[in-house]
């Protein structure tokens, strides 16, 4: 897997990677190493996104769960990658990794974009970000604003096991599936400001 630069076009002043000879923050990614890696990050989405079945539900629960933010990480990178390309018919996605403060984060680099646009996707990061972004039902203006992460945790405590979703592994995936699918307009949003370069982008502070 070739490198690419991640310098963007615009003209602000701010940290942006330098090729990998001359900066070792950024680190190629074969598809074994990925692999592993994959596994680091759906571990860190279930302690962020759902800490109490990740220290203390049972073995069962806690694959389940597990499983799950391994096939939402697979999933949003895949809807992430027909979103850019539907955008951008030159675009292409490649996958690195980075060093930061709480460990090696999987990096989904989107090149190829109008204008040599270019936008760093920290992937964990993002499927966070999406799952605890407040939504409202299209079809209903009185119902309160809800979340992907606390209609996840309720339907699950809340369903019995017997009426459950298929909770295998090609039904996890399938779920998975859905939901990414559900955030493209977001992501397409997201992705065609001409401000955006990283996502999700960094808060910043008044």
Known sequence: MRWINMQDNTRRRGFRPAALERNSLFQRLEPWSFARL???EAEWLLQKAFPVWAEYGDPLTRLIWLRMCH???IETGA???DSWKLMNPEGEAHLFCRYMPDGLRAVVGLTGGRGGRQVQVHLAELVYFELRRQRSRQDSTGDKPFTFMDVMREEYVHTPDVERQDTTAEG???TAAAIASSWK???REQL?????WRLPMPRTTS
């Open 38 to 40: 994959l596994e680091q």
């Open 71 to 73: 096939s939402l990480l």
């Open 79 to 81: 809807t992430l990658e």
């Open 172 to 174: 996890l995936t399938q």
């Open 185 to 187: 307009p977001s992501l």
């Open 192 to 196: 065609s400001a001409e401000e955006t």
